[in-house]
């Protein structure tokens, strides 16, 4: 089902990372409309999620993203659930009760680990549900979940691999078949913008997913905006796990032809790297035909450089591989093109673009990314 009160959300614009304000009001009032029922929750977790991590298991949720995900399965009362990996089962206890209040519905989890401390997974996540909600509703399914036949969702959680190629699956498969996405790991606040979440690390799922809505004209909506129009207006709740919150929000959809294009590319370089894992690297590594896209032109190089391509294949590559001075780079695009000018180890190239340039959709981040990226070229 869809719902006009989460429709209402979606303000923040997946290129900028800034949210327009639109969506401050609407998430007010829809923190509002369960705050009876996150109030009597978040007690009940508190002392679960302790209970969770005394036992020895993980649970890596924050507060507003379980509110976030509890109100989204509330309003969406969807028939189906697919969580995207429930890992201890944390995670798995707000959507439970958010289907126990809707008073129906399924969670397909899916999780790869088999089992912790020699305890089977689907055991851990079981013991580690509050007692009340209905276990019959669960179904774990353990194993890659790449290789399941997943069904449609009404709502989706993905907090899981947290790669750009999983992401790129993710896109592929199960995104143009969900109502409601909500993906872990996503966006951060910073002081006076908001970033990819791990950008430090280089491009991986924040970066690739961002980038991917922005070409399909998607907008979102991100936890941690959410935690800025609230103002503590949820002082009321018990804490349970008071950190940064990292979760978007957004509607599933049919990817654009250009999302698309991502998603090959980001696909075909993960199978080189894993071909060359296995022993296999062609002496050349060519471009696929009809390529003029930026963004895809910078994984390509990347991957030359990754797979030991340093020679004139990688250096002609040099030239097409820059931004126009008229290409606004995008949050994404921003974290794959200093990536990539660091691994092809094109230092002439990155000083300038450390000192001037390129152009950014967000201003913010790109200050902080350059003088991040100036101190470790320093060594500081
Ligand atoms: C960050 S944890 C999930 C945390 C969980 N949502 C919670 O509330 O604590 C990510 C999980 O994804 C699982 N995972 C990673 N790759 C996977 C795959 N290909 N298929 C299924 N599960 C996967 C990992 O085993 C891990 O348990």
Known sequence: MTSPALDALFDQDAGSLAPTGGGAEPFRRLHERYADELASLS??????????????????????????????????????????????????????????????????????????????????????????????????????????????????????AHEDHFAAWAFETLIPRAGYVLQHDLVVSSRDHYEPKGWRVGPRESSFVLEALRRS?????????????LHGRDAHLVPRFPATERAILYRGHQPSAGT??????????????????????????????????????????????????????????????????????????????????????FWRELARALLAGPRCANPGFARTLKRTRLRDALGL
Not at 99 to 114: C, F, I, K, P, R
Not at 217 to 229: E, I, Q, V
Not at 275 to 304: K, M, N, Q, W
Request: charge should be negative; include cysteine.
């Open 43 to 160: 007690a009940r977790l508190a002392a679960k999620r302790r209970a969770i991590l005394d036992g020895g298991w993980s649970a890596d949720f924050s507060d507003r993203e379980g509110e976030l995900l509890y109100i989204t399965v509330r309003e969406a009362r969807p028939d189906v659930v697919v969580e995207i990996s429930p890992c201890h089962g944390y995670s798995t206890n707000y959507i439970l009760a958010a289907l126990s209040s809707n008073g129906g519905g399924v969670v397909h989890s899916y999780e790869l680990t088999a089992e912790v401390d020699g305890v089977p997974t689907e055991e851990v996540i079981r013991g580690n549900l509050l007692a009340d909600l209905p276990g019959d509703a669960l179904r774990v399914v353990v194993g890659d979940a790449r290789a399941q036949e997943i069904p449609p969702a009404g709502v989706l959680l993905i907090d899981s």
């Open 217 to 229: 004209g998607r907008t979102f909506f991100s936890a941690a905006a959410g935690a800025r129009h």
């Open 260 to 345: 698309r294009t991502l998603c090959a590319r980001v696909l075909a370089a993960h199978d080189a790297r894993r071909r060359a894992l296995e022993g296999v690297r062609p002496s050349r590594l060519e471009a696929p035909a009809g390529d003029d896209d930026f963004l895809a032109r910078c994984i390509h190089a990347t991957l030359l450089a990754d797979l030991g391509y340093t020679g004139a294949e990688l250096r002609s590559l040099l030239d097409e591989t820059r931004p126009s001075p008229s290409h606004e780079l995008s949050s994404g695009e921003l974290v794959y093109y200093f990536h990539y000018l660091h691994h092809a180890g």
